[in-house]
């Protein structure tokens, strides 16, 4: 079923008199019922002018008897010139070549004939034309009470003489109540209501008498057609545009712009914002329109007609308007919108802003970004079905004020490749939409040297892309950036966010979040996909009322067999020998039926691919004394390592293993394929032969990029260090020497909550007093070394207490007193004297706290400590020749005294904090009374109160007696509400004075101090 609109307009006649409103009357009528109503402009056709001829007219009455169904309607709207043979008693449409005599004019029963042919379920006819109304029968027909469900021919006319035409500005009379009423409508309209709404309002009008009754028709049952509203726009919101004058501000940067208005009215649905333009050269005055979003527009018109004519009779305005959500046809929009306000130009404001605002932001390449031929749609934890996931992605993309799409899942898992299939819809769906791909893998360094204190927006991750990439040709300035965000324009994809969580100390997530937020609240139109492991996202403590989240798990066998199919193009052979091994690699213990991670069947591909058929894919027992079985990416790794042993001979599995290591570790992840025979030498303390080293290069692990060699998937470089970090933590391990690799380690990768600090937990099966022991011995190496600056011997050791704390806590938990324990075990040199202790980057969230009761702790380093004042102290807590910093007192009330530091060194954030402390021992009824006398201090002069100038005298001397932080605005602003205080705008400026009933109370104040 679909309502149909077949309008006729005709102004401009060959033969007639010329008309001024009845274009404008089809055509308003038309925007109300696309705007309001059930109807979309495909079931639209119009015949306006010289185009409705009495061949097209007839033609098109014809065709809508070939092109409806009994289940459609359809309303049909003639403005123009009507006639009447007196002889006859016939009325006529007057078509727009009709000559003066009435044989070329279209009779009225020809009209109901082809009316009559049409097999709609309704169909409602407005006539506005001259003696119209002989389309009528004598008197109406008892009405149906279910309106819709019988079919009606109804029919609403002008006149039954002469009708009324409009000036060029405005609707005829007849029109003009039936928009008004439409559109003023608050719910459902039924035909019959509207006819006696018009015949209401022509009551007393002695001109004009229109008409309304079923059409002589034999179509007519009795019911009536009823114009349904569409809910969607009752439960539309009022959205103006903040940045509105910032972004003309960018397209006109010289120009000067003055807001005429900001006006919205939200029970009318009226909302918009005006600026004019003058170019002082040319003398020419522009202005700027933004209509705001779920607005009507016709009472916005309306409205805009009534108060600021001026904009519409310059024939200069310039209208913009938001691209709202789920739109079907842009262009019909445009349309609509362009003959209401008949602007000089006008544009979709994210259009504008990226074809007028925005320099080119990402070269042109149409390719697409997932390019594998064997990808597999993933299974996803909130229960999405494959068939649905495209609808999902399509539903949030079209949600305003939902920015954030998460994409969460394990190491391997296939959340990048997930993330590109998504950025592929997205560019398939929306072209205007440039989507920047930004691997945190390869900006994170660039992140850590722009030292932000952990406090990055979502500007500092593209500026990073600006700097490592050169497919952006020109870097945007954070504003165009924003505003381009704001509307929709830039899909961002922050690929792998874990990386830069575990590899910058303090990154602020929330703050990080909540910038992506504040560049996508004004339109709302904002979208990032962030992809980011299960692990660090769930650590994450924040409201997620406003994110989308899936979590992608293993796959299940039936999409494993898929994603061989694709891989091997349906060879039946190496599918089944590709299953069998995937068998063999799942991890044993693994009760859940998605049990293939996706990295793993990727190995296998590779090796069937590679491996002769004669080869056997069974495989041997777990046997390594450097993986542990029991950890599923362990026996994996294994796997895969000792199935290279029986594919091509390779050295063994610990072999294997300890280069990895030593590529993780020493290279840094690269390797140079030139000296790799060298390398593994090294690495192994022996020479291989060159048919080991050269199928190393091959290895499932390694991607061999022609000039270096490097880590296949990202998660493994932290694998094979917490590996070997490892082995710093284990007194069996028999190492009591440490390297310099692993003091650059730990330096850069381990403090707390750290990826690499998480796997070293992760990892470790025991610690006891003989481990605690083996790390504090090589504190001390650290401490006694010359290799490194104090500076970074202080954060070494911090990092090792950070790694320290976290192995604590897995085996005794975040206790106040098992986390002073370790302290002392680690760092005390005597009864009670700590020495050499660091601690640092420890967020506050992370609610970790020491008990320094009766502690002495000398030539210590405290930095970035968020709960250093919630610690436990006592009269004997001391701290000599201490080094604090960044420690930030959140709370009103700390057992530390200033007197507790002696020769310590602290910056102006400690200081700050000491005086607060300080200063929250005083009673803070003390402290208002000490503070409201030194006020009123403020306003005597040579001994007597009087007034004072608030600018020259009482703001420059208020900040010396506001010793309790006391808000200079808060205190006039009680003092005036009060009643006490008075102020007197001059021509110097505002003086202030005290009301005479209080002079005499303040000045015996003064005097009894």
């Known amino acids: 079923m679909s309502n149909k609109l077949f309008i006729i307009g005709i102004d401009k006649y060959t033969n007639h008199k010329q008309l001024k409103s009845c274009v404008r009357d089809v055509l308003d009528f038309k925007n109300i019922l696309l705007e309001k109503y059930y109807f979309n402009e495909e079931n639209v056709y119009e015949l306006l002018d010289e185009k409705a001829t009495s061949i097209n007219i007839q033609d098109a009455l014809n065709g809508y008897s070939k092109a409806t169904s009994t289940e459609d309607n359809l309303v049909i709207f003639f403005s123009g010139h009507g006639g009447m043979d007196i002889k006859s008693d016939r009325g006529f449409w007057i078509p727009a070549e009709g000559s003066r005599e009435y044989t070329s004019w279209i009779p009225n029963e020809t009209v109901i004939t082809l009316i009559n042919n049409i097999k709609c379920k309704h169909i409602f ?248 031929s064997n ?56 072209a205007n939409t440039s989507v920047l791909f930004i691997d945190s893998v390869l900006i994170k360094d660039h992140l850590l040297k722009s030292n932000q204190n952990g406090k990055f927006k979502i500007y500092n991750f593209y500026e990073a892309l600006c700097a490592i990439t050169d497919s952006i040709s020109e870097k945007l300035s954070e504003d165009i950036f924003r505003i381009n965000i704001d509307v929709g324009n830039i899909l961002l994809i922050i690929d792998g966010l874990d990386e830069v969580i575990s590899k910058i100390p303090n990154f602020n997530v929330k703050e990080f979040l909540n910038s992506i937020h504040d560049s996508s609240n004004s339109i709302g139109g904002g979208k990032v996909i962030i992809t980011c492991r299960t692990f660090f996202w769930d650590s994450i403590d924040f409201a997620e009322e406003k994110l989308r989240i899936i979590e992608l798990e293993p796959f299940n066998l039936e999409q494993t067999r898929s994603f061989f199919e694709k891989s091997f193009d349906s060879d039946e052979g190496k599918i089944k020998k590709a299953i069998k091994l995937a068998n063999e690699f799942k991890y044993p213990r693994a009760e859940n039926k998605n049990i293939y991670d996706p990295y793993v069947l990727d190995i296998i ?156 937990v992760h990892r470790l099966e025991h610690w006891s007093d003989d481990d605690i022991l083996l790390v504090s011995d090589f504190i001390e190496q650290i401490n006694k070394t010359n290799d490194f600056q104090l500076q970074k011997k202080r954060k070494v050791i911090a990092n090792i207490f950070n790694l320290s704390l976290a192995i604590n806590h897995k085996f005794y938990g975040n206790d106040i007193y098992k986390n002073t324990e370790l302290l002392c075990k680690m760092f005390m040199k005597s009864n009670n004297f700590i020495d050499n202790l660091s601690i640092a980057n420890i967020g506050e969230d992370q609610n970790i706290r020491f008990d320094f009761s009766g502690l002495t702790v000398s030539k210590s380093t405290i930095d970035n400590y968020g709960n250093f004042w919630n610690c436990s102290f006592d009269e004997k807590s001391t701290f000599t020749s201490c080094h604090l910093i960044n420690l930030t007192l959140r709370k009103k009330n700390s057992d530390v005294s200033n007197a507790k530091f002696i020769d310590c060194t602290y910056d102006a954030n400690v200081e700050s904090s000491l005086k607060k402390v300080e200063l929250n021992d005083v009673n803070r009824i003390e402290q208002t009374k000490i503070f409201i006398n030194d006020f009123f201090h403020l306003f005597f002069s040579n001994g007597r109160l009087g007034r004072q100038w608030e600018d020259k005298v009482i703001k420059p001397r208020y900040y010396g007696i506001n010793k309790f932080n006391h808000e200079y605005k808060k205190t006039i602003r009680v003092l005036k509400r009060n009643g006490l205080l008075i102020s007197k705008e001059e021509k110097e400026g505002t003086k202030l004075f005290f009301d005479e009933n209080y002079k005499e109370d303040i000045i015996t104040i003064r005097k009894s101090e």
């Open 605 to 760: 591909r590779s090796l069937i691919i590679s491996e002769k058929e004669t080869i056997e894919v069974d495989l041997s027992s777990f046997s390594s004394k450097i993986l542990k079985s029991n950890i599923k990416n362990d026996y994996i790794i294994y796997r895969v390592c000792d199935r290279e042993c029986r594919r091509v001979g390779q050295v063994n599995v610990d072999d294997q293993i300890t280069f990895f290591t030593f590529l993780a570790v020493e290279k840094r992840g690269v390797i140079y394929s030139q000296n790799l025979r060298e390398e593994i030498r090294q690495a192994l303390g022996k020479q291989i032969n060159l048919t080991n080293v050269e199928a190393l290069k091959s290895h499932p692990f390694i991607k061999d990029n022609g000039n270096s060699l490097t880590f296949r998937y990202d998660f493994l470089g932290d694998l094979f260090r917490s590996i070997y970090v490892c082995s710093y933590f284990d007194f069996s391990s028999e190492i009591n020497i440490i390297s310099n690799f692993f003091m650059e380690i730990i330096s850069e990768n381990c403090w707390f909550g750290s990826s690499l600090n998480i796997e070293i």
């Open 125 to 372: 006819l407005i006539c506005d034309s001259c003696f119209s109304n002989s389309l009528l029968i004598s008197s109406g027909t008892k009405a149906s009470i279910d309106y819709s469900k019988h079919s009606s021919r109804w029919a609403l006319t002008s006149a039954f003489a002469e009708a009324k035409d409009s000036d060029e500005e405005s609707n005829t009379l007849f029109t003009e109540t039936i928009l008004s009423y439409l559109e003023n409508a608050q719910s459902d309209v039924r035909v019959s209501e509207l006819i006696e709404e018009v015949k209401r309002v022509f009551l007393s009008n002695l001109f004009q008498q229109p008409q309304g009754y079923p059409l002589l028709s034999n179509g007519h049952k009795g019911g009536e057609f009823v114009f349904e509203t569409k809910q969607e726009i009752d439960k539309r919101t009022i959205r103006g545009y903040k940045d509105f004058n910032k972004t003309l501000q960018i397209f006109k940067r010289n120009s000067q712009f003055t807001e005429l208005s900001l006006y919205e009215d939200k029970t009318k649905k009226i909302g918009f914002q005006i600026f004019q333009e003058v170019d002082s050269v040319v003398k020419k005055l522009t202005y700027y329109l933004y209509l705001y979003e779920g607005i009507n527009q016709t009472q916005t018109l309306k409205y805009l007609q009534d108060n600021f004519s001026q904009i519409f009779k310059e024939k200069n305005l310039l209208v913009f308007f938001p691209k709202e959500k789920n739109l079907i046809n842009p262009e019909s929009r445009k349309k609509n919108i362009y003959e209401k306000f008949k602007p000089i130009n006008l544009f979709y404001i994210d259009d504008f802003i990226r074809e007028q605002c925005t320099p080119k932001i990402i070269q042109e390449d149409k390719s697409k970004f997932l390019s594998i």
């Open 375 to 430: 990808f597999i749609l993933p299974i996803f934890s909130k229960g999405i079905e494959h068939a649905t996931i495209d609808n999902y992605l399509i539903d949030w993309y079209e949600k305003n004020n939902e920015p954030i799409f998460v994409v969460k899942g394990t190491g391997g898992i296939g959340k990048t490749t997930f993330s590109q299939y998504i950025a592929d819809i997205t560019q398939k769906k929306y």
